[in-house]
């Protein structure tokens, strides 16, 4: 099967058409898959990058920002549509693509698109600004005079390809500011961007025409000169690498907005370990460390286990073992390349070697292959450094006991700065007490277990704005409204 596998506004098509291609081939589940994919020149990017520049002053800009919200809404809705054309080549291709199991997949395309209903997109509005009626007019500042915040005229979006459709919350943070996009996709999963944006053609061309979905090869100086200086934002993910040879290409006049690598980890209280309820707690915190094979920056690598329920954690760690032999059951982990197979059985050995002589770690795995491995670990009171214990993805997860919500600072100040969310199990006892702390510790997201994976709408990533980091405000001062009486041609 072959597709082409790009989108670009109407009148640069013919343009594209007329540049080599090349296939990005993917082969998973016994299938195949071929994506052809223009290898734009840099002046073809100029072109294109003229064409969307016009159309966010043409077009985009006169929008009410609902107009907007409308679309995606109806663009959503389509998706959501399990008997939708575009839906259906999703389901069929991005398994093939990624390797991740089909029903994982299907269900968590569900699932993930309903954070894009209109409600979803208006609260995430009604974040990031006090009064959403700035994006489309001036309007009056409590202090006095007028304000208003203009979105950028082009974004650039470097996007992740590590989970299906993750781009999309970028894509939806740009066309909600009534920004032309230019959608740069990752080699490892370039569809779903390329599907969404010709279902806004779908609805209106003219929304359509205001983006382009490109592949082309990191680090193509070229291209990136190009791209990167006709924008006026540039948002990126990525790796460290990805991020620092981005951030060095990036223009003064350019706002840059990285989303680098960050680590998650799980926080399990007591109450969470009482009779059912721990292989409640055991069953949500396996689907979080299996998730799409623990390959988002949402994913735990490590859960913190307090003593003293009606199961130990090292019982936790076995019950976590059995859900997540029961996951695999029903959703298969990817087939890994040879370096991420060498890895684990790489880990795998030094901890089964370090268990022989020490009571205090456990190595659990399963039966075939490297499909999940969990390791129980007690640290050493007495050593004053506690490593964290670092996964090396696919469904590799640590449980280290803790004998008081305390005990888990020593960790997380290993990773400070780089902690993204937390998934906690908790009684309502406890819950203040806990969210605080993890939230003085520098952690940007708090959720319930079995949640990880899927943020709801109006989150701050990283911490930050999802939105109003993109804009720029314009001030009228008071002093202009009071001033202009003095020249009202109308005035006696």
Not at 115 to 136: G, S, T, V
Request: hydrophobic residues 40%.
């Amino acid at each position: 099967m072959t597709f082409p596998c790009f989108h670009v506004p109407t009148s640069c098509e013919s343009m594209v058409q007329n540049v080599e291609f090349q296939n990005l081939v993917f082969e998973n589940h016994g299938k195949k898959v071929e994506l052809a994919v223009p290898k734009v020149t840099d002046k073809v990017m100029e072109a294109i990058m003229a064409t969307l520049k016009e159309q966010q002053t043409t077009y985009l800009q006169t929008l009410r920002t609902n107009d907007v919200v409308d679309i995606f809404h109806k663009a959503i809705e389509k998706w959501l549509d399990p008997e939708y054309e575009l839906r259906k080549k999703a389901e069929e291709f991005l398994p093939i693509i990624t390797g991740y199991d089909h029903e994982m997949v299907r269900l968590f395309l569900g699932r993930y698109l309903r954070q894009f209903r209109k409600e979803k997109l208006q609260r995430m509005i009604d974040e990031d600004f006090a009064n959403p009626l700035i994006l489309d007019e001036f309007r009056p500042r409590k202090s006095g005079g007028l304000y208003r915040a203009y979105g950028p005229t082009i974004t650039t979006h470097i996007f992740s390809g590590n989970v299906p459709a993750l781009p999309l919350w970028s894509l939806a943070a740009g066309l909600l500011l009534k920004s032309a996009t230019l959608g740069k996709v990752s080699s490892s999963e370039p569809l779903f961007p390329v599907l969404f944006a010709k279902t806004i053609s779908e609805i209106e061309p003219r929304l359509g025409d205001s983006l382009a979905i490109l592949w082309w090869k990191g680090g193509d100086d070229s291209i990136e000169k190009v791209s990167f200086s006709l924008s006026n934002a540039v948002i990126a993910y990525g790796g460290k690498d990805t991020i620092e040879s981005v951030r060095k290409k990036i223009p003064t006049h350019v706002s840059f907005h990285p989303h680098g690598h960050k680590v998650s980890f799980g926080v399990l209280t007591k109450e969470c370990l009482q009779a059912t309820k721990g292989w409640q707690a055991a069953k949500l915190a396996a689907t979080d460390a299996s998730w799409f094979d623990q390959q988002g920056c949402l994913s735990p690598h490590v859960f913190f286990v307090e003593r003293g329920g009606t199961f130990s954690p090292k019982d936790f760690a076995q019950m976590l073992a059995n859900e997540m032999e029961n996951f695999q059951q029903t959703h298969a982990r990817a087939d890994l390349s040879d370096e991420e197979q060498h890895a684990i059985v790489k880990l795998r050995t030094a901890i089964e070697f370090e268990s022989f002589d020490d009571a205090t770690v456990q190595l659990l795995r399963s039966e075939q292959g490297t499909n999940w491995t969990v390791i129980y670990r007690e640290f050493d009171p007495m050593k004053p450094k506690k490593e964290f214990p670092f996964s090396p993805l696919n469904r590799f997860v640590t449980v280290v006991p803790i004998d008081q919500l305390e005990d888990v600072k020593p960790y997380v100040e290993q990773v400070e700065g780089f902690v993204q969310t937390v998934g906690v199990g908790c009684s309502p006892q406890s819950f203040s007490k806990i969210i605080q702390m993890l939230g003085k510790w520098g952690v940007n997201r708090i959720c319930a277990v079995g949640s990880m994976s899927h943020p709801e709408a109006g989150w701050h990533h990283d911490g930050r704005f999802h939105l109003a980091d993109l804009v720029r405000f314009c001030d009228v001062e008071s002093t202009l409204e009071e001033q202009m009486n003095l020249f009202d041609e109308y005035r006696e």
